[in-house]
């Protein structure tokens, strides 16, 4: 089992195609032709670290997971594929493209199927928390997980748990503030595994991997809601040690934006 995290390339403007057809006057010293032919491509990428935009060149759009794996070799931002967790290539909502060092340095990009497979998830723990009595109007799925999560300024974060090549789990979270402590938290929107894989430590590992990224941006708690039916979930949490915050009770205002209407949350 394999558990990846989120991180990207973003393509300034779209250019797929490492070369463009040139029209252009050739001379060969006798005679001038209108000729038309390929020439070398080249757009600007911004390297983001972290969430950090680190660097932007000027390159053709092929390879781009070796240039920035040795861009930040040379920079001694790190020191192997060790100290890769992932990489994507960001070109639109429709291409996103992965890199998982496991794949070794020259692995392939791939359009990755973790958009569907999280779409597809997400519609089974709807359906598992509608089945316990849920009555909120539910309304996510892939095309708002690539929407939401990826871009100039995505809305939350994500790890994607894997076993046997297939997408089995995911886990997206965001980072808060808590003014009674005086502390940074990590604050889980969504964990689920599918149900034939569960029982093998994969939303164990999903916690832990979220709680080693808390800690390295200075959070020193996880918070997250529980459906107060979902009593396996609960049951789940409470075998790693976590406890029920008492005396709080989650409330919610719809405001509207200029991508969705205001909706009643229950």
Not at 191 to 205: D, E, F, N
Request: charged share 25%; proline share 3%.
């Amino acid at each position: 089992m394999k558990v990846f995290g989120i991180g990207y390339w973003r393509l300034i403007e779209t250019m797929l195609e490492p070369t463009v057809d040139f029209d252009y006057i050739e001379y060969d010293g006798e005679r001038a032709a209108a000729v038309t032919r390929p020439v070398i491509a080249e757009t600007p990428w911004t390297l983001y670290v972290e969430k950090r935009e680190w660097v932007t060149f000027m390159c053709s759009p092929i390879g781009l997971h070796q240039l920035a794996l040795g861009f930040l070799l040379s920079e001694g931002v790190i020191g192997g594929l060790d100290d890769v967790w992932q990489l994507k290539v960001y070109l639109d909502e429709a291409h996103v493209y992965m890199y998982f060092p496991e794949a070794g340095l020259n692995g392939e990009l791939a359009l990755p199927t973790c958009a569907e497979a999280i779409g597809s998830m997400a519609a089974e723990f709807q359906a598992y928390l509608r089945a316990l009595g849920d009555k909120t109007e539910f309304d996510w799925g892939a095309s708002k997980y690539l929407r939401d999560g990826f871009g100039d300024n995505p809305a939350f974060e994500g790890l994607v748990a894997e076993t046997e090549s297939e997408v089995a789990g995911y886990l997206l979270y965001h980072f808060g503030y808590d003014t009674n402590c005086g502390q940074r938290l990590l604050f889980i929107i969504d964990l689920y595994v599918r149900k034939a894989v569960r029982h093998r430590g994969i939303a164990s590992a999903l916690m832990e991997r979220a709680a080693e990224i808390g800690r390295s941006r200075g959070a020193s708690a996880i918070f997250w809601s529980v459906y107060e039916r979902n009593t396996a979930a609960l049951r789940f949490y409470e075998t790693l040690g976590a406890k029920p915050v008492n005396g709080l009770r989650f409330m919610s205002l719809a405001i509207g934006n200029g991508n969705d209407p205001a909706r009643k949350i229950d």
